[in-house]
């Protein structure tokens, strides 16, 4: 998710959203990350100096990273666990069921003549 934001401030201020304070925003003032302060104890601020800027919030929790990391150990435990089983034929048949999936799946929406 992103949140982009022109401001125009006569003088030195914080460009407040009414949006959650929450951890895994973050915040970058004409492309530098800019601290985000919790305003009125439920929402995001951040400070802004006097002039034309762009502020850009954009959410990536830590949970999203910590899941792409399991999923991507888990698949590379699962490749390796297949050449590690000594059976040269492991990986060929995974090729083989993912085909035969494949097959079933176009002759289900018909796209099979």
């Not at 006569?10 to 959203?17: F, I």
């Not at 910590?66 to 050449?83: D, E, K, T, Y």
């Not at 085909?99 to 929406?109: E, I, P, Q, Y």
């Amino acid at each position: 998710r992103r949140v982009l934001c022109e401001v125009d401030a006569r003088k030195p201020g914080y460009l407040v959203l009414l949006d959650s304070y929450y951890p895994g925003w973050r915040a970058y003032l004409d492309g530098r990350e800019a601290k985000i302060l919790q305003a009125n104890y439920a929402f995001r601020a951040v400070e802004v100096p006097a002039g034309k800027h762009t502020v850009e919030f954009s959410y990536r929790p830590l949970s999203f990273d910590a899941g792409l990391a399991l999923s991507c150990m888990g698949l590379l435990f699962g490749i390796v666990s297949i050449f590690w089983s000594g059976d040269p034929n492991g990986f060929k048949a995974i090729l083989i069921y993912l085909k035969s999936r494949h097959k079933k799946l176009k002759a289900k929406n018909g796209l099979l003549a």
